[in-house]
């Protein structure tokens, strides 16, 4: 008696027969795929066709004119005019469609920069790039410490001097009522001085005058809201600046129109820099 395996068999022979004769060559690995993906697939449902027709309704009014006839020997009338015509908007609802205002997305745009040469500027402060050894900041040199132990016998280690920047930098700013139009120019000068690399630090200083006298306080756009001076800040004097090694540029910025330039009190200032 033969198996269900045997019984199957020539079916499937057939079948490829069959594919065969239609072009399509197929192995008995293509036939295993496709029994074994047919048992996934699902019957498609069938696709319900609406064939109730659509009669269209007779009930709607229309906007002709209607005929109105009295009598046999007058002439007919029309109605021009008929309840069912669309009513024209009024004049408010109309302003208001007008005027009603598009939705608007605020978006940032950079602004025009404050230092057109900045480039220049960059390019004027290389020279001043140069590095110097450091009289306080010291390194082991290798070489001539083992060459001290062989030709002395002396263990003792020898120390160079690690190049640094060669000068230190103080901006300092006039602090006046015409500082406020230069301000964006002056945070871009510190902002250029910082990340140039040119000097070993940088720091902003504010210039007043106080009690008849030059002072100088830290930071130059640190103020309060009314302007003026915050209680933990102290005026310094400005012989603070000066550095014996002479390593240290002092940047003055100024419009020479406040009153420290007509009374002169900021000319002494500035010889003693």
């Not at 068999?9 to 036939?31: C, K």
């Not at 019957?43 to 027709?53: E, F, R, W, Y």
């Not at 408010?92 to 057109?116: G, I």
Request: hydrophobic residues 35%; contains cysteine; proline residues 8%.
């Amino acid at each position: 008696m033969e198996t269900s395996e045997q019984q199957r068999r020539p079916t499937i022979v057939q079948l490829r027969t069959q594919l065969n004769r239609y072009g399509l060559d197929l192995s008995a690995l293509d036939l295993a795929d496709i029994f074994w993906l047919a048992q996934f697939i699902e019957p498609g449902a069938g696709v319900q066709v609406d064939t109730t027709s659509k009669t269209p309704n007779t009930d709607t009014k229309t906007n002709t004119p209607k005929i109105t006839k009295t009598s046999n020997t007058e002439e007919p009338t029309f109605e021009l005019f008929s309840d069912n015509l669309p009513v024209p908007e009024s004049n408010a609802d109309q302003k208001d469609s007008s005027t009603e205002k598009p939705k608007r997305m605020p978006f940032p745009a950079p602004a025009a920069p404050a230092l057109r040469t900045r480039l220049d500027l960059a390019r004027s402060l290389k020279p001043l790039m140069r590095k110097v050894p450091s009289r306080l900041r010291f390194d082991l040199d290798e070489e001539e410490t083992v060459t001290q132990i062989v030709e002395t016998g002396v263990w003792m280690p020898i120390e160079r001097p690690i190049p640094e920047r060669w000068l230190d930098l103080d901006l300092v700013v006039e602090g006046s009522k015409t500082t406020v139009l230069w301000e964006r120019a002056i945070c871009e000068l510190q902002h250029l001085t910082e990340y140039q690399g040119a000097f070993r630090t940088v720091r902003t200083w504010r210039l007043q005058a106080q009690t008849g006298k030059v002072k100088i306080f830290p930071r130059w756009n640190t103020q309060t809201q009314k302007g003026k001076q915050q209680k933990s800040q102290r005026p310094r004097n400005p012989k603070e600046l000066l550095d014996p090694s002479g390593r240290r540029l002092i940047l003055f910025v100024t419009d020479c129109t406040s009153a420290l330039w007509r009374q002169g009190m900021v000319h002494e200032t500035l010889w003693l820099w």
